[in-house]
C-alpha cells in the first residue's frame, strides 16, 4: 500500500436532518408504485427531469423525459398491463445535501396486494437531485435479482 493514501471524502454532513427529505424521497417512489399499479404512465413519469438517463430491468437505456414517457405508456399498457408491484425503499443517502441516492426494492404482488415473491425481483438504484424545493429523479437503473432456482 502507498503511504500516500488520500482520505476519501464524506460527501453529506451527518449532521443536517434529512428526515424531510427522506419522505419526499420515500413519495416519489411510492408514486410509482401507485402507477404501476393502476397504468398510470403520466403518474409513473411526473417526478423525472427533462434530461433523465433510466436503465430498464432488460438493459435498455432511456435517455429524456419524452421518450421515458412513452415508453412507460407502452409498458403499462401492454405486458405490465395486468401486473401488480410492492416497492420497498431500502435505503436512502446523501452525496450532498440536494443530491441524494436510493434503493428499492421490487416484488411482484396480485392486484389486491397480495406478495406473489418471497424475495425481491428487481432493486432499483434512484439518483436524485432537489432543485427549488422539490425532489427530482435525475436518473434510475433497474437490475433484475435472479431467482434461486
Do not use: C
Not at 5 to 27: K, S
Not at 79 to 91: A, G, M, T
Not at 100 to 111: E, Q
Request: glycine share 4%; no cysteine.
Amino acid at each position: 500500500m502507498s503511504a500516500n493514501l488520500i482520505q476519501p471524502p464524506v460527501l453529506d454532513d451527518e449532521t443536517v436532518d434529512h428526515t424531510a427529505d427522506i419522505a419526499a424521497i420515500r413519495r416519489i417512489i411510492a408514486d410509482t408504485q401507485t402507477a404501476y399499479n393502476t397504468n398510470d404512465a403520466e403518474l409513473m413519469t411526473a417526478q423525472f427531469t427533462a434530461n433523465v438517463v433510466v436503465g430498464n430491468a432488460v438493459g435498455m437505456l432511456i435517455s429524456g423525459r419524452d421518450a421515458l414517457l412513452e415508453a412507460n405508456r407502452r409498458g403499462l399498457a401492454g405486458f405490465l398491463k395486468d401486473e401488480f408491484v410492492r416497492y420497498d425503499v431500502v435505503d436512502v443517502a446523501f452525496l450532498r445535501p440536494d443530491v441524494a441516492i436510493a434503493h428499492k426494492t421490487a416484488r411482484a404482488t396480485t392486484a389486491d396486494g397480495t406478495l406473489i415473491d418471497t424475495e425481491p425481483a428487481m432493486v432499483a438504484l434512484y439518483v436524485l437531485v432537489k432543485q427549488d424545493g422539490q425532489w427530482w429523479t435525475a436518473a434510475r437503473q433497474n437490475t433484475l435479482v435472479p431467482s434461486a432456482e
